[in-house]
Every structure is written in C-alpha cells, then in structure tokens.
C-alpha cells in the first residue's frame, strides 16, 4: 500500500482547514473499511482518481458522533457507527426502515467500525473499477468494461456511460426517510437534502455525490415521521452471510384505509444513484396499496434498460417492490 501522512484533528474547523489546505491528495479518513482495507490496499487508482498522499482521520472528532432524537426528528453524527445505529432502541421505534437497513450491512465485524458516513460515502464495487489492471472510466480512463464484460450486478436504470449500482443500504433507506446531510466545508455549513445529494455519471463520472474534496458530512436529520407511516426494507444478497444488495427496496407511506397518501419508495442496485422510484409511488397515489402493488411493481419495467446479463433484476425488483409495500401493510 502507497504511504501516507496521517492528521488526527480533534474539532471540525480543523479537520476542514487541513483538508482544504492539503487540497485533492487528502481524503477523509472514518473506520477506514473501504479506504484504507479496499481502496488504497487494492490500488484502486487512475488520472482522475488519484491514490491519497494524506489522510485526515475525523474519528477523532466527538462532536460528530452520537445519535439524538427530539419531537422533529434525529440527528445521526458522520461518525456514528452502523452497530450504535442497529443497536439505538430510540431509532428502532420511530426509524425501523433504517436500523434494518443498517444491520443489513456487511458482518457485525465490520458495523462495529463502519460509520454512516463512511457507508454513504464508500466507493462503488464494480469489479472492472476494484481491479487494478482497468484503467476505466470512472477512474479516468477511456473505457467502460462492463458493457462488453461480466455485468450482472450492474445498473439496470438511469446509467449513462457507466454502470455502477450504488453500494450504499443505508442511502437508500435515508433517502425514503426524506433525510437530509450537514455538511461543513472552507465558507462555513450548507444543508443538502438527499434528493439532491447523489450524482450520476451523466453529471460527473468520477464522484457519487455532491461533497468537494475540502469538505465533510457532519450529520444527517431525518424527520420524524408522520404518525402512522408504513416502514419496511427487503434486501434480496447473492450470499445470505453478508453481501451487497442485488436489489433492495425501501418504503415509507402513510396511507388511510390502506389507500396511500403519501410517501417514498426507493431502490438499491438497481443504478447509479439510490433511484426514487417514482412511476411506481404515481401508480400507488390514491389507491389501495394492498390491491394496485402488484400493478404498481411492475411499473418498474417501463423504466428499466437491461444489459446484457442482468435482465434478472427487473423481475427481482418488481417482485421485492410488491413485497415490500404489503410487508410494510402487515
Ligand atoms: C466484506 C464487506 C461487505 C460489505 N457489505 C456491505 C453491504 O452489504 N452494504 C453496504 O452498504 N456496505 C457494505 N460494505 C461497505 C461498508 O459498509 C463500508 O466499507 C463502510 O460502511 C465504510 O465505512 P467506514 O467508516 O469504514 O469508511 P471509510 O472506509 O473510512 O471511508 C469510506 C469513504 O467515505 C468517506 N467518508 C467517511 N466519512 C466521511 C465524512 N464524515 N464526510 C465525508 N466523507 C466521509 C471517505 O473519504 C471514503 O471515501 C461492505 C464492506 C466490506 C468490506
Ligand atoms: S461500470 Fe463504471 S466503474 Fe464499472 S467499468 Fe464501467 S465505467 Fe468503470
């Protein structure tokens, strides 16, 4: 692995002052699962993605940890880890959706020192982009190799260029949950709400959000939800120990007499952006979700650009979509 100068600041100014003084060689540092033991120990590197010279360690920042819950809604630190989220009985009651989300993360090995932050934030896992002897486009180069490569986890919806799914479960969740992230950067705080917080390839194909490299996630807020609102996440993994999502599906609505009024479904590995999806929330506003789901799932189909190898994922989201909305009825 390359060497590299470590910063421990202890308070957020500096931890943002040593970021923007060392510019786009330093990179935030959290439990370090996905930098350090993935990206910088597999050389994940290219022109326009190159391996840090400086990392800035932020889980020496108390102030961006901890989880609290008031009548508006919660506010979870960057560096919270995803087992004190599994683990909060404040943020099981009223956010059920997320510690779901979140104990569906990897091992307890790994949720013991993976923070949210670090979760939202971790690379995408396309193979052709993890390995080393691809110089491809999201790393800079000229080429996308999944297009004529091995593509059955890659995105069915809204690629352009590249194909990546992103690898986040807890972005998913958060952003059916209307969550929004603090983020605190050189001019001082800026708000972002999670509808706006991901960015596809079409937009820049060498980020996943909208964070500059002299900037970090504080927290993030997610309302309190209205009362009675419907919450449910399935997951469906290739290997039932831990894995990525083939697909994952994330709701939260409120509805009377089981006819839905408002809310938000949202979808893992299925493209490059956690995707809203919103063609089927359009087919469900008004009606009786227990009797339009299965119409409404398969609304996913006019939405849904297959490559060559992962066609599969359309009947494995339409059929986890139904199931999600009648789970989160049950
Ligand atoms: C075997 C294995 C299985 C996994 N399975 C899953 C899975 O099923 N689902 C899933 O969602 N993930 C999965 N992951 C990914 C894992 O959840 C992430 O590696 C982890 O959450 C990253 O957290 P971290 O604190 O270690 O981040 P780090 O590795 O320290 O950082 C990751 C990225 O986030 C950035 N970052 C961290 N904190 C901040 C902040 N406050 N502000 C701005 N940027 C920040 C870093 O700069 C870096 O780019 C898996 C990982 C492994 C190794
Ligand atoms: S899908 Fe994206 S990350 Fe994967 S090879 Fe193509 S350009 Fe690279």
């Known amino acids: 692995m390359k060497g590299f100068e470590l910063y421990e600041p202890t308070t957020i100014g500096e931890a943002v002052e040593t970021l923007n003084r060392l510019g786009s060689g330093a990179k935030v ?32 920042i108390p102030e961006l940890r901890g989880i609290r819950v008031d009548e ?40 013991n020192f993976a923070t949210l932050g670090g979760n939202i934030h971790q690379r995408p896992r396309c193979w052709f982009f993890r390995g080393h002897d691809f110089d491809c486009l999201k790393k800079g180069g000229d080429f996308c190799f999944s297009v004529g490569g091995d593509n059955r986890y890659h995105a069915i919806i809204g690629s352009d260029q590249c194909y990546i799914v992103h690898p986040s479960d807890t972005a998913t969740a958060l952003l059916a949950l209307n969550a929004r992230a603090r983020i605190a950067g050189p001019e001082g705080e800026r708000t972002v709400a999670f509808d706006d917080y991901f960015v596809s390839p079409g937009e820049d194909i060498l980020r996943e959000n909208i964070l500059r490299d002299n900037e970090l996630m504080v927290d993030v807020f997610v309302p309190a939800p209205a009362p009675g609102t419907r919450q449910s996440w399935i997951k469906l993994k290739n290997r039932q120990v831990y894995d990525f999502a083939l697909v994952s599906v994330a709701a939260a609505f409120t509805e009377e007499n089981e006819v839905w009024t408002a809310g938000r479904i949202v979808m893992g590995g299925v493209a490059p952006v956690p995707y809203r999806a919103t063609v089927i929330e359009n087919q469900l506003q008004g009606a009786n979700v227990r009797d339009t789901a299965r119409q409404a799932a398969a609304q996913i189909r006019t939405v849904a650009r297959p490559m060559s190898q992962n066609a599969y994922k359309i009947d494995i989201a339409q059929t986890l979509v139904e199931r999600t909305l009648l789970e989160a009825l049950a």
């Open 29 to 60: 540092l959290a439990g370090g699962s996905d930098l350090v033991s993935g990206v910088m120990k597999d050389w994940v590197e290219g022109e326009g993605m190159p391996l840090p010279d400086a990392l800035v360690d932020v889980t020496t």
């Open 72 to 111: 508006n809604g919660a506010t979870i630190g960057a560096n919270t880890t995803l087992t004190e989220i599994v683990e909060s009985a404040e943020l099981t009651s009223q956010y059920p959706l997320l510690t779901e989300s979140a104990r569906s993360v990897a091992s307890s090995l790994i949720r």
